[in-house]
Structures are given as C-alpha cells and as structure tokens.
Nanobody, 122 residues
Framework: VQLQASGGGLVQTGGSLTLSCTAS????????MAWFRQVPGKERVFVAN????????HYADFVMGRFTISRDNAKNTAYLQMNGLKSEDTARYFC????????????????WGQGTQVTVSS
C-alpha cells in the first residue's frame, strides 16, 4: 500500500492542524495505522495509532488530550487532529501502516508515507 501524508504547515503556538494520510488501496480497512514524528538527528517517535475498525487508539503521553487519531475507511484516509500545538511539536510527521496489530514500535511498520512538516512558532 502507498501512503500520502498531507496537511502540515506553519502554525502559532496554541493553534491547530489536521494531518491526513490517504492510502492507495481500497484494502486500507485491513491496515492498522499510526503516526510518528521525527526531528533531524533524532529517532522517529511514536505519536498515536488506531486499529482497523477505529475501536482502539493509543497515544504517546506527550500528546494525550491534545491530539486525536481517527480514520475514515470509506475514504481510505487516516487523520491526526492536533490541537494546542507547542513548539516542541515541531517535527516531520509520518503515517505508517501494518496489517498486524498496531504497535508503537516504528521498526515494525512496513509501509510509510513521505512525511509532512509541522512547524510551530512561538
């Protein structure tokens, strides 16, 4: 499956953005989805994941209560709604997919989008 991430941009502290990740296949419904982020020189970090039927979601502690992951299987798209953005949220955000159960370990995801840059200015 090919993934296309979009929705990044420049936003002020406290602002909001919604990232989208659109899959190339109608079998999108079979994939557990996740968002990770990465800053230059550092390892990719787990942000959130969601199960195939959206019945289960998990978040990193540092985004709990601010970010919401969701998906629309009819549109082959996963989303990351980001509210209350902080300067430390500045990173390149990547979506990822795997058939097996969602996990926070980025090394276990075989399919990746190209990433979308989020920059939060103070």
């Amino acid at each position: 499956v090919q993934l296309q991430a979009s929705g990044g941009g420049l936003v002020q502290t406290g602002g909001s953005l919604t990232l989208s990740c659109t899959a190339s296949r109608r079998t999108f419904v079979a994939y557990n989805m996740a968002w990770f982020r990465q800053v230059p020189g550092k390892e990719r970090v787990f942000v959130a994941n969601i199960s195939t039927d959206a019945g289960s979601t998990h978040y990193a502690d540092f985004v709990m209560g601010r970010f919401t992951i969701s998906r629309d299987n009819a549109k082959n798209t996963a989303y990351l709604q980001m509210n209350g953005l902080k300067s430390e949220d500045t990173a390149r955000y990547f979506c990822a997919a795997r058939v097996e159960k969602a996990t926070s370990d980025w090394t276990l995801y075989p399919y990746w989008g190209q990433g979308t840059q989020v920059t939060v200015s103070s």
